[in-house]
């Protein structure tokens, strides 16, 4: 899923989303919407669908991860977390019960629980007050949105998120206790921040297990190209990440031969497609030296065109994994891309890959 925080997927139009790239499920950012431009404008302007004319379908967080991550000021209490706008320094407080009013006053379709994200690492004492708290944030957004839906006409789903730090015992625990909600679906979250990459994976492999199997599993935050079959091969069906929109803005494109940094002088006089086993709109009007010459010039077009580029990639990589799916061939396209990867190295990601876009 594209991630359009602000409403927007930034440098690409809503038609370049979904007439082009066919993306038909798109992310927005609690938080952010609800400091600027606020819910209830949005739900006075028909809601964020009509707001921002997106055809599709609409995720939004909770809320919950930026303030953890940028809100300078915040006390987590039984009751929610009050923080600070980071834009004018303005006091406001989550709660379970007033995420969710806030994403159905945006009209989402898929609508996340208020939880607590912790950093990495945690002591595991922490982690278990922490993922005790989730939980019960849960069962209270719950309850509310069960009461609210009964006089909403459309049909939101609501996702719990299983927490539990680096810790599998605490992962399990809490699939085990978010069962009870029989949710639409069920996010893992908690993930890309900071951890080696395994360490990722292992954490989804002892949530996925016990999860009912007729129910969307949502990974949250994830992940690198190479790591989207990974995470598929582990039971995931739906992920979002801002990697391939944040880095196409600073010049590091995904292709199917590997990473591409646009600015690097091989590139200055290469007339060759960006990618030559892509048809999106950029790789086929476009060279590699026009796009360097684009990024070197601060030009706004290289933005839009390396965004639609990165975007269509991570949806050919998701189209290719459920073709194998349908096919009876996934187990053989993973080992083939596995031989080719250096996944398996152990490598950090730098950055968190889950953070503002
Ligand atoms: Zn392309």
Redesign the pocket.
Known sequence: MPVGTQATVKGLSQRDLWDDLQARIILGNTYHLFLRPGHELIRQLGGLHRFMSWPGALLTDSGGYQVFSLSGLRKITDEGVTFQSHLNGDTHKFTPASTVDVQLAFGSDIMMVLDECPEYPVSREYARVSMDRTIRWAGEAFSHYRERMQSVPTRNALFPIIQGSMFPDLRRECTSRLLDLDADGYAIGGLSVGEPRPLSMEMVEASVPELPRDRPRYAMGVGMPDELPEYVARGIDMMDCVLPTRNARNGWLF?SEGRVVIKHAQYRDDPG???PA??????RNYSRAYLRHLFQAGEILFASLAT??NL??YLDIMGAIRQSILLGEFPRYLRDLQSRSTFRNGVTAKEPSGGIE
């Open positions: 292709t497609p960006l990618d892509c048809d999106c709109y950029t790789c639609r580029h269509q990639r």
